[in-house]
């Protein structure tokens, strides 16, 4: 593997988890939003990915084969769990008994998918700087 595909690898992971923490931050500002232009409460979303391969041509055998380059999103799903019934009988989306249909999204989860994000962001940004510094100590070996 290449210093660049490395580098191509860890950018599209910088990309994906950019990506899950905007929606992870989007479930959070909409936990307590009731009414939706679908009519229901907000349904918490999550990001569904898999590893991008592509044909490439192994330099040792000289045959095509799936090579990793990376991750990519394939869709942004929503959460299929029930709602939470909340008695509120003053709030103006109430049934006839006094419950709430609020969000799926439970605080302490996406709290805790933020942190996992951020250090997988992390990660990603460590791998990215070493893979830049052995290209810089390369090219330093070739000067001399």
Known sequence: MSVFNSMRINASGLVLERFKMDIAST?????????????????????????????????ITGKMEKKSFGVKITEIAEDEDNFKMVYEPEHPDA???????????????EMISLIRTQRAYEANITALNTSKSILKKALEITKG
Do not use: C, Q, W
């Open 27 to 59: 479930n959070i500002a909409n936990i307590n939003t009731t009414r939706t232009e679908d009519g229901g409460p907000y349904r918490r979303k999550e990001v569904i990915f898999e590893e991008s391969l592509l044909n490439a041509k192994n330099s």
């Open 95 to 109: 049934d006839e008994n006094g419950y709430v249909a609020m969000p799926n999204i439970n605080m302490v989860d």
